[in-house]
């Protein structure tokens, strides 16, 4: 399953997911780093998800070989994500 993003300057209309998975993403900008997330609620992920248009193809992974044959479903209208989340990344 693939999602786009879309920039927004408000944090109230960003996705929940995304802000819960991106909030701590400072504590590992080394390599090798963890932390620990909360519980993580997909239920607005997947309403989304059932409620729009979905497109799907066939493909491969992004990384070489590139032959895995893996089908992907992407939705036709993006997450959304605000502006100060995605420049903690």
């Not at 193809?57 to 989340?85: F, H, I, K, M, R």
């Amino acid at each position: 399953v693939g999602y786009l993003i879309q920039l927004t300057s408000t944090k109230d209309h960003s996705t929940p997911l995304l802000n819960t998975i991106f909030e701590d993403v400072d504590e590992i900008s080394e390599p090798g780093s963890s932390t620990e997330l909360g519980l993580l609620d997909f239920s607005s992920v997947t309403r989304h998800f059932t409620n729009n248009d979905i497109y799907t193809y066939s493909g491969s992974l992004t990384t070489p070989p590139c032959t895995e044959g893996v089908a992907w479903y992407v939705s036709g209208l993006p997450l959304v994500l605000d502006v100060d989340t995605y420049n903690q990344v």
